[in-house]
DNA sequence: CATAATGGCCGAATTAAATTCCGCAGCAAC
DNA sequence: GTTGCTGCGGAATTTAATTCGGCCATTATG
């Protein structure tokens, strides 16, 4: 077994790191993932065959996990995009909430540090289908609360960018912090 | 002009109603985007041509908004996600704050309905990054105060899925409403 | 230092898929 | 009944994906 091979059965991360290429192919693959290798190696400075062999590596690798067609919610009959904070009874009951995964309104399912134990966004079609899910989140054993945020608009929304991070200074009035 | 085009430069969805055939081809791509005209046709009973023209006629009515690479963030370094919440002192400021939209490490922006104004998306590469970008946020008129959901673990993160609604009944003790 | 081994690249050749074209069938309007 | 329209299938053509062999640079090894 190689080490990328062992990394990716331990769902660690291959050692080998991405380097500047690779990050402009999953630039261009994030935004358009139809683009033909002969475009996609012109754009990043390689030939058709090596492109092809980086894209097939990054698959390997876990780094892409899989390409999408993003679907326009509205086509789907799903307008209504709401963020549900719950509250339960300690860390205990958590598990049982992770079934409301088989509802394909369910996008997320996360569990927060703050006020709150777990955090889901949903899509549904109206608010009449919003409150039939909150209703079956009341039934979920150690649901004690939920907190719902509506949203207005949405006015930005899309897929991990690859791009390097940006740097942000923290703020002048802090000193360094020591790690 | 045709119907649809119509449809398309007024920001709504052409008449043409999505069948179950298109349900079915939407929920093959956004499982797998790089399937052959010629698997997908056998997928949903089409032959490949036809397959081929519905999947034109999804991207060009904007059902399908585009294809895309999905990226592990920890490939690119931002294992950190959090929701954050922010105040602002009514709505005349929330331009300003679209201005975020500039940094890769937002990845959504909503208005909301709640005790908040405006709630991001943010991933970035640890705790340090984060405090920066919160304070970038603080130097932006009208923000009074932010609240942030550190995602301890992710569950489940999956695009809008284009399967059927489910049955959401209301909760039994509730009549139902008139509309 | 010399030399072997490796990894990544390119160009050409081959294979597979996308795309076009055309005729046909079902359906609606008239 | 006829006309026009829309979506489908099969065959042909064009384009892209994939494979292969050889080359160069870097790194390990004696």
Redesign the pocket.
Known sequence: MDAETDDIQRNKHPT?DIDP?DRKILGVLVEDATI???DL?ERV??????A???VKRLKRSGAIRATSAIIDPRAVKKPLLAFVHIDTRGWGKTPELMAVSKYPEVEEIHTVAGDTCVLLKVRTEDTRALEGLLGRLYDTPGVTSTRSYVVLSTYLERPVQPEITSEFPAPKHMANPMY
Do not use: N
């Open positions: 080998r290429i033909s290798y002969a190696g400075g390689l030939s058709p065959p090596a092809h062999e980086r």
